[in-house]
C-alpha cells in the first residue's frame, strides 16, 4: 500500500461537535477497514470540543482506527470467514495530538457511536512524539538565518550563501527524566555543481557541528562541535580544527551527475507483459492471490498493516507489520554518540513513505491503494 497522492480531504467546514453525524453508518465495514473521511471529521471535532474551554488548539499527530481487542476480533474473523454474518464490532477512534506552546502530550479513545471520548489521557512529560513533518519543514527554513550557524560556517571558511543541506533528528536523552524538548540536525555541505538538483548526493560531505534546537521556541538553543578524539586526549580537538573543504571527493549516485556514466553493457530488452491480467484479485481491502487472502491498512506510525492471512482458510497470522527499524552508528564522541535512527517510532513509517506512480516504481498490472492520514490541523492526507 502506498499514498497514492498529495491531496488534502477539507474538514473546516464543520458544524459544531454537538450536530456532527457520520456521513454513513459503519454497519458495512469491515472492523479492519481504516477510518472514512466522515469518522475523521467526527473524531476530530468532538476533540475539539472536549478542549474547547483549555486554551489550546489540538496539534494532531495520529487519528486512526483503533484495531480491535483480539478476543472479539478473532471469533468474529472465524464468523465471517465461514459465512456468517457477524453483529459489527464497535468502531473506535484512537487519536494522538499535543498542545503546541507546551508540546504536552494527549491521547483519546472515540466511540463512533456514542460520538463520545471513551477515555483522554495526558502522557508524562518526558516522553516525545515522532517527528513532526510539517514543523521540520519550518525548522528548516530557519536554520541557515540563525546567527550561530552562520558563525559556525564562517569558522569552517564557508559562506553565508554555501548551499547546505540539514537532515532532523530526535535528540534523544540519557536519562528517563524530563528533559527540555530539543532537537539536532546534522549538516552536509551540497555540492557547488549540483546543489539544486533534487538527487544530489550530500551525505558524502558532512559539516563538524549540529544545531540543536529549542521544539517549543522554534530557535537555535546551542550548536555542538563533533569530537575527533578520544578518551586519551581529553575529547577537545574538534572537525572545526582541521576540516578542509579542499578534501572533500563528491560521491553521486546518479548516472545523470557522474561524470563520464557509462551504461553496463550486454544488457538485453526486457519486456514485461501479462496479456491475461494479474494473478490476485482485491475486494476493497482484501487482496487473494494463490491461495492466500488477507487485508491491509494503513497507520501513521508502522505504514503498511497485513490483517488476518490466511492460506486455504488456514489462519497463519493474526496481524502482520515492521514493529521498529534502528540504525545505531556507534560513534562514542558526542555529539554523534545520539545518532540512532528509530525508523518507524521516530520518522513515522506512514507519513515519510512516498506515494508511488505507474511506469515510475511498478512496471505491469498493478494495484495501487489510497491511505489517509491526519495532519496538524485535523485535515486528511491521502
Given at each position: 500500500?502506498?499514498?497514492?497522492?498529495?491531496?488534502?480531504?477539507?474538514?473546516?467546514?464543520?458544524?459544531?461537535?454537538?450536530?456532527?453525524?457520520?456521513?454513513?453508518?459503519?454497519?458495512h465495514l469491515h472492523p479492519l477497514d481504516d477510518i472514512t473521511p466522515a469518522e475523521n471529521k467526527l473524531a476530530v471535532e468532538l476533540i475539539r470540543d472536549y478542549h474547547r474551554d483549555d486554551g489550546f488548539q489540538p496539534w494532531f499527530e495520529a487519528v486512526q482506527r483503533q484495531e480491535p481487542r483480539k478476543a472479539l476480533l478473532f471469533p468474529w474473523l472465524d464468523a465471517y470467514h465461514s459465512g456468517r454474518s457477524p453483529a459489527p464490532l464497535p468502531r473506535?477512534?484512537?487519536a494522538l495530538y499535543i498542545e503546541p506552546k507546551t508540546a504536552r502530550i494527549h491521547e483519546a479513545i472515540i466511540d463512533l457511536a456514542s460520538q463520545k471520548l471513551e477515555?483522554?489521557?495526558?502522557?508524562?512529560?518526558?516522553?516525545?512524539?515522532?517527528?513532526?513533518?510539517?514543523?521540520?519543514?519550518?525548522f528548516e527554513r530557519e536554520l541557515l538565518k540563525d546567527?550561530?550557524?552562520?558563525?559556525?560556517?564562517?569558522?569552517?571558511?564557508?559562506?553565508?550563501d554555501t548551499p547546505i543541506a540539514s537532515d532532523p533528528w530526535i535528540y534523544g536523552a540519557d536519562s528517563f527524566e524530563d528533559q527540555p524538548y530539543l532537537m539536532q540536525f546534522l549538516m552536509y555541505l551540497k555540492s557547488p555543481h549540483n546543489a539544486h538538483d533534487g538527487d544530489n548526493f550530500h551525505y558524502s560531505w558532512p559539516l563538524p557541528f549540529v544545531p540543536v534546537v529549542d521544539v517549543i521556541t522554534g530557535k537555535i538553543a546551542r550548536v555542538d562541535w563533533c569530537y575527533t578524539g578520544n578518551s586519551a586526549d581529553g575529547m577537545i580537538h574538534t572537525w572545526k580544527q582541521g576540516w578542509a573543504k579542499s578534501n572533500m571527493e563528491e560521491r553521486e549516485y546518479m548516472p545523470h551527475l557522474q561524470n563520464n556514466f557509462q551504461p553496463r553493457a550486454g544488457l538485453k530488452p526486457l519486456i514485461l507483459q501479462q496479456p491475461e491480467g494479474a494473478s490476485f484479485t482485491v475486494n476493497g481491502k482484501s487482496v487473494e492471490w494463490q491461495g492466500w487472502k488477507f487485508r491491509i491498512s494503513w497507520t501513521a506510525r508502522e505504514g503498511?498493516?497485513?490483517?488476518?492471512?490466511?492460506?486455504?482458510?488456514?489462519?497463519?497470522?493474526?496481524?502482520?507489520?515492521?514493529?521498529?527499524?534502528?540504525?545505531p552508528y556507534g560513534d562514542p564522541r558526542p555529539p554523534l554518540h545520539r545518532k540512532q535512527a528509530f525508523d518507524v517510532g521516530d520518522a513515522s513509517c506512514g507519513f515519510t513513505a512516498n506515494s508511488l506512480s505507474l511506469?515510475?516504481?511498478?512496471?505491469?498490472?498493478?494495484h495501487y491503494f489510497d491511505g489517509h492520514l491526519a495532519l496538524p490541523n485535523g485535515e486528511l492526507l491521502q
Open positions: 500500500m502506498a499514498l497514492t497522492a498529495i491531496d488534502v480531504v477539507h474538514t473546516s467546514n464543520v458544524a459544531p461537535a454537538s450536530s456532527v453525524k457520520p456521513a454513513a453508518s459503519s454497519a473506535k477512534v484512537e477515555s483522554h489521557n495526558i502522557v508524562p512529560g518526558n516522553h516525545r512524539t515522532n517527528l513532526d513533518i510539517s514543523q521540520l519543514q519550518e546567527p550561530l550557524v552562520k558563525q559556525a560556517l564562517e569558522q569552517l571558511g564557508l559562506d553565508a503498511l498493516t497485513l490483517h488476518d492471512l490466511r492460506f486455504n482458510g488456514r489462519s497463519l497470522f493474526h496481524r502482520l507489520s515492521m514493529s521498529e527499524m534502528t540504525a511506469g515510475c516504481d511498478c512496471l505491469g498490472a498493478i
